[in-house]
């Protein structure tokens, strides 16, 4: 029998609702597809922080890479500012193991309507591929001058040739696999060095994928088209930040955060993938047992897929899907009633 050590970093807010229901699903998974997932936890969270100062100890990479595969809630919480969260966990594990690609995939799921009026589940189906490793998201820069009238910021952004040749690819590879197109998100326009840079590149790429069907668009009309036509969408490759922004503006024109999954992914399996929900630790319902599970539950999936157990992530998928539509125990985003718990124990209760 196969068996998988799994990292679990639940972290703060609703992070940890969440990953305790999409664990649930998981390890009712293994015993009907018959693997094992061996759990430990970790306890890496801005809670933490408060305690220690650290959001994860010094050895905290080292002792994440022995594991196959890490389940992560979310961090993030009033009080402690959001750069410490993201620069002392998640940004630094995504960099010490190349997780360079960053899935976001979004769809419109059954019993859910869009924000978007009178569009179906057909023409809601994308996947944005997000650079995870460099780009706009570096620490190059400085604050001079500090309180004097002549005050300054710098903020450089970096973008190396195989940082972005290896995303593009990627994305191309999957488009092959999907309907066969893919859409870069520009703006050579504005960005003259970096964005001029990256558009040569793709059409590098392009060339060697005669099949898939590419384009390139602006990000910000990229944006609007994501809102008026988003059935023209399938793929859609970005920067590190062009990314961020477009997932969580996919995310929302589907069914919402409480929706979207997320892998990110070192595809060279050199190094343990991470998995987690779009969305963040949400304060504002932290506690209250009604934060929707269904994106880290599909976030857990993701993670059975890229351990190679694709059965179980589909029964997973399929499973979210009937429960869905079943409508019974939806959560307040969803327009229900139902709870963190019940959804949870509805999807494991009713897998196959
Ligand atoms: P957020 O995603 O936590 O919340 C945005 C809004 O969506 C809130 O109104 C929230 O209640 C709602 N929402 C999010 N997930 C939901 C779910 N599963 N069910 C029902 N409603 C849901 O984003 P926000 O408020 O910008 O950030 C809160 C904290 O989370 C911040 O500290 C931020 O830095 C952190 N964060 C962490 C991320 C991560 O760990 N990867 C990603 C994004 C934000
Ligand atoms: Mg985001």
Redesign the pocket.
Known sequence: MNSYRIASIP?????VD?TVEARKVLDRAAELHGFGLDWTEFDWSCERFTKTGKMMPGDGIEQLSAFDGIL???????GVP?HI??WGL?IPVRRAFSQYVNLRPVRLLPGTTSALAGRTAEELEMVIVRENSEGEYSEIGGRHNSGQPSEFVLQESVFTRVGVERIIRYAFELARTRTGRVCSATKSNGLIHSMPFWDEIFAEIAVEFPDVHSEQCHVDALAARMVQAPDRLDVVVGSNLFGDILSDLAAAVTG???MAPSGNINPSGDFPSMF??????????AGQG???????ILAGAMLLDHLGETVAAQAINATVEKVLAGGTEL???LGGTGTTARLGSAVADSLS
Do not use: K, M, R, W
């Open positions: 972290g703060d807010g609703i992070g969440v992560l809630g979310a961090v993030g919480f009033p959001d969260s993201l998640l919402g955060l409480g987690e929900a779009v969305h963040g630790s949400a304060p504002d319902i009604i934060a929707n599970p269904v994106a880290q959560t307040p985003d």
